[in-house]
């Protein structure tokens, strides 16, 4: 078995892949089946609590019914109770990853265990003039319903795109391509299946969590679903699935305040455009900027975990030869 520390936390496995860092003798796959359960049932349960909580807020303090309370008034409290919600999954998830199987948190974030800001920055410079021009490209023929603002909904609701959405983006992603997607690759010790298996499996349950009714839409789901999974292998961390995802989300509400939107009948697109074929620009897209990263790092496997101190004499040194 793994090493641990003196705090009884497991150490991470040295010179793996992210998506392998917990593949062990064990295929645990009744526990990452409740890890499942766990993540989304907490996603769930905060989206709920958030909601009467904003609601609550929406209420007695500024006299607004909400739709959370039944109202058709969609409010900056509405919005952040949502978005903060699903940024909780953050936590949830290391909470999740230290709980079931006794590794420290960090380890979602990269093979390095931290959030590395030289990676960030390479992703934001690439991603974000790329989406920027594909998201005003999709509302320019995208179809969507404007309505009256009020001035200062406006602006609260550009702060809380700009703040408070790329929190929600990240929380997926720790959640899917970073728990969700760790956890089925142990389920199979080949390196290369326990990559499909962790692919194919993230993604149906990110798809799955989203519960379109359109066709295209779900197609849309699974191409981020599997890019964004991706991406997190080849860079060896969740950074540019994060800045994909924020860029985005965080866009789409942007443009939303400078075209007017009706936020309540558009912001589930999935209903709000059936069957419509322009969810193909934002998915070919995704794709182009996944080619370019793969060919950026063609020359260099992904980004192994870093040598640990002591020696690995488990059975993962083994599985990865």
């Not at 909580?53 to 409290?77: C, K, Q, W």
């Not at 920055?121 to 995208?142: K, S």
């Not at 603002?149 to 391509?177: C, H, K, M, T």
Request: net charge positive; charged share 15%.
């Amino acid at each position: 078995m793994m090493k641990h520390t003196k705090q009884g936390v497991r150490a991470v496995p040295a010179e793996v892949p992210y998506h392998r860092v917990l593949v062990s003798s064990k295929r645990r796959i009744l526990r990452g089946l409740l890890a499942f359960l766990l993540l989304i049932g907490g996603m769930y349960l905060f989206v709920i609590a958030f909601s009467l909580l904003g609601r609550e807020i929406d209420i007695r303090v500024f006299g607004r019914v909400n739709p959370a309370g039944g109202g058709n008034d969609y409010t900056p409290v509405y919005m952040a109770s949502n978005f903060l919600a699903i940024a909780m999954l953050i936590p949830w998830s290391m909470f999740i990853q230290r709980w079931l199987y006794g590794m420290k948190g960090s380890v979602l974030h990269s093979v390095r265990s931290i959030f590395r800001p030289d990676v960030f920055g390479r992703a934001v410079l690439l991603i974000l003039p790329i989406m920027t021009v594909c998201l005003v490209i999709f509302n320019w023929f995208a179809p969507y319903t404007t309505t009256t603002w009020n001035v200062n909904d406006l602006l609260v609701i550009f702060a809380l795109s700009v703040l408070i959405v790329p929190l929600q983006s990240a929380g997926e992603e720790y959640g899917f391509r970073g728990l969700v997607f760790q956890i089925a690759s142990s389920w199979v010790r080949s390196p290369r299946a326990s990559l499909v298996t962790g692919i194919t499996v993230s993604s149906i349950l990110f798809a799955s969590i989203h519960l379109s009714p359109d066709p295209w839409f779900n197609l849309y789901y699974m191409v981020l679903g599997v890019t964004f999974a991706l991406l997190t292998w080849r860079t060896g961390g969740l950074e540019y699935a994060i800045v994909i995802h924020a860029a985005n989300n965080a866009l789409t509400y942007v443009l939303a305040t400078v075209l007017r939107t009706d936020l309540l009948a558009d912001v589930d697109r999935s209903a709000g455009m059936t069957g419509s074929k322009i969810i193909l620009l934002p998915s070919i897209v995704i794709i182009f900027i996944t080619i370019v990263v793969c060919y950026q790092t063609r020359r260099k496997s992904p980004e192994l975990t870093p040598g640990s101190p002591y020696k690995e004499n488990d059975q993962i040194s083994s599985a990865e030869n």
